[in-house]
């Protein structure tokens, strides 16, 4: 480092640490004379001598001793300082707050929630859960974890991965009622449907596709929520038939607790997305959360 570019505090510790004035110019490349002039600038400025010269080396003087302590602290604090700033690119720290639907969040992201945490434990996490749609960035999130496409504009968006919904009731709700052979009989049957939680509008137009055919069957609810998880458990509990995403119903169709109604039929098709705010800077752990869920999602949940 060139003698210049040193602040006063530095330039004294490296001349007290070299020993003397000829040894300091041969470690910042600089002429004897130059360190001297510095020297002087230092001792006049502070209005005392620092250091106490003979022809070959010097001793500190008593504010020369005092000056050097205190610089040393400084510069030590200097470098923990440093080291901490580069050290937080590395490992990530601060908060970071997710939101994500209650069923999707309680069941899939919970645990991944949980094990990102024990790998960065230096971040604080939040993982906010409501009915689709019923929270934005006014709630303070970093990001919102939801399925399809959100209404507003101008923020950030990222396709995660895709699913479609399947029809599905519970074995005993099949023995009471039988089963639906053709989408249109889906019309004498007890449906449970979702509705969207502000305006109260019900979901009851069910897509069902296959090869060859496509239908769109509009279906009388018996028994409707605004929460996923309630019309879930009316599934599994023997009260209708519901319009379910895949990932939600996969482990209870591989358990056996439901059962694929018109397994040759898939409704439609839904993908999840990552929104963000629209802002210059995205936090790096938004960055390390997103890239870690798109592997977790795809390895353990049934998303394309």
């Given amino acids: 480092m060139a003698l210049d570019d040193l602040t006063d505090v530095a330039f004294f510790m490296h001349l007290v640490d070299a020993g003397s004035v000829t040894?300091?110019?041969?470690?910042?490349?600089?002429?004897?004379?130059?360190?001297?002039?510095?020297?002087?600038?230092?001792e006049t400025r502070l209005g005392i001598a620092l250091v106490i010269r003979n022809t070959r080396h010097f001793h500190l003087s008593d504010a020369g001793q005092l000056y050097y302590d205190?610089?040393?602290?400084i510069v030590e604090e200097s470098e923990r300082l440093e080291a901490e700033v580069i050290q937080s690119d590395q490992l990530l720290q601060g908060s970071l707050s997710i939101g994500a639907p209650l069923e999707l969040g309680r069941n899939k992201l919970a645990p991944f929630i949980?094990?990102?945490?024990?790998?960065?434990?230096?971040?604080?996490?939040?993982?906010?859960?409501?009915?689709?749609?019923?929270?934005?960035?006014?709630?303070?999130?970093?990001?919102?974890?939801?399925?399809?496409?959100?209404?507003?504009?101008?923020?950030?968006?990222?396709?995660?991965?895709?699913?479609?919904?399947?029809?599905?009731?519970?074995p005993e709700y099949i023995i009471k009622n039988g089963e639906p052979r053709t989408p249109d009989e889906?019309?004498?049957?007890?449906?449970?449907?979702?509705?969207?939680?502000?305006?109260?509008?019900?979901?009851?137009?069910?897509?069902?596709e296959n090869k060859e055919h496509s239908h769109v069957i509009t279906v009388t609810p018996s028994l409707s929520s605004?929460?996923?998880?309630?019309?879930?458990d009316w599934?599994?509990?023997?009260k209708g038939i519901a319009y379910k995403l895949l990932?939600?119903?996969?482990?209870?169709?591989?358990?056996?607790?439901l059962v694929r109604i018109l397994p040759a039929y898939q409704g439609e098709a839904v993908?999840?997305?990552?929104?963000?705010?629209?802002?210059?800077?995205?936090?790096?752990?938004?960055?390390?959360?997103?890239?870690?869920?798109?592997?977790?999602?795809?390895?353990?949940?049934?998303?394309?």
């Fill in 247 to 257: 990932c939600d119903a996969h482990e209870n169709l591989q358990n056996g607790s």
């Fill in 70 to 73: 205190g610089g040393k602290k």
């Fill in 186 to 208: 889906l019309h004498q049957h007890t449906c449970l449907c979702l509705r969207r939680y502000k305006t109260m509008e019900v979901i009851n137009q069910w897509v069902l």
């Fill in 114 to 170: 949980a094990d990102f945490h024990e790998k960065h434990q230096g971040l604080q996490l939040t993982l906010a859960v409501a009915s689709e749609g019923s929270y934005d960035f006014a709630d303070y999130l970093d990001i919102i974890i939801r399925l399809g496409l959100p209404e507003a504009t101008g923020t950030i968006v990222t396709k995660i991965a895709s699913t479609v919904r399947v029809l599905c009731a519970s």
């Fill in 235 to 238: 599934a599994l509990s023997g």
């Fill in 23 to 42: 040894a300091t110019g041969k470690r910042l490349g600089a002429s004897p004379a130059a360190v001297s002039r510095r020297l002087s600038r230092l």
């Fill in 271 to 304: 993908s999840l997305y990552a929104v963000l705010p629209s802002r210059s800077h995205i936090k790096k752990s938004v960055r390390l959360l997103l890239g870690e869920l798109k592997k977790y999602i795809k390895n353990s949940m049934f998303f394309d």
């Fill in 226 to 232: 605004t929460n996923a998880e309630i019309i879930h």
